[in-house]
Every structure is written in structure tokens, then in C-alpha cells.
């Protein structure tokens, strides 16, 4: 389990779909939680 009360600072990037980048149709988000080196800690999702 990772603890992130270690770290100071975290980047979260929303990672986007073509689909979605090329039509403008809203899906489930998705995001990628980093240190600010870019090492990827977390990947987190929604549900609907």
C-alpha cells in the first residue's frame, strides 16, 4: 500500500480518449497520479 502522506506534492493527469478528443463524447475519466518526477504512483478511474 502506498502511503502519500510521504510525499508533498502530487500531479494528477486526467488521461484523455481519442475517441473522446476527436468527437467531444463525454466518457469516464480516467487519471494518473504522479510524483512531480513523473513516477507513477496511482491510476484511478470513475464509475457511472
Same mark, same amino acid.
Given at each position: 500500500?502506498i502511503?502519500l502522506?510521504?510525499?508533498?506534492?502530487? +500531479? +494528477?493527469?486526467?488521461? +484523455?480518449?481519442?475517441?473522446?478528443?476527436?468527437?467531444?463524447?463525454?466518457?469516464e475519466?480516467?487519471?494518473?497520479?504522479?510524483?512531480?518526477?513523473?513516477?507513477?504512483?496511482?491510476?484511478?478511474?470513475?464509475?457511472?
Amino acid at each position: 500500500m502506498i502511503d502519500l502522506s510521504e510525499y508533498r506534492e502530487l +500531479v +494528477v493527469r486526467q488521461e +484523455v480518449e481519442h475517441l473522446e478528443a476527436f468527437t467531444g463524447i463525454e466518457t469516464e475519466n480516467r487519471y494518473s497520479v504522479l510524483t512531480p518526477d513523473g513516477e507513477q504512483l496511482l491510476y484511478a478511474y470513475e464509475e457511472s
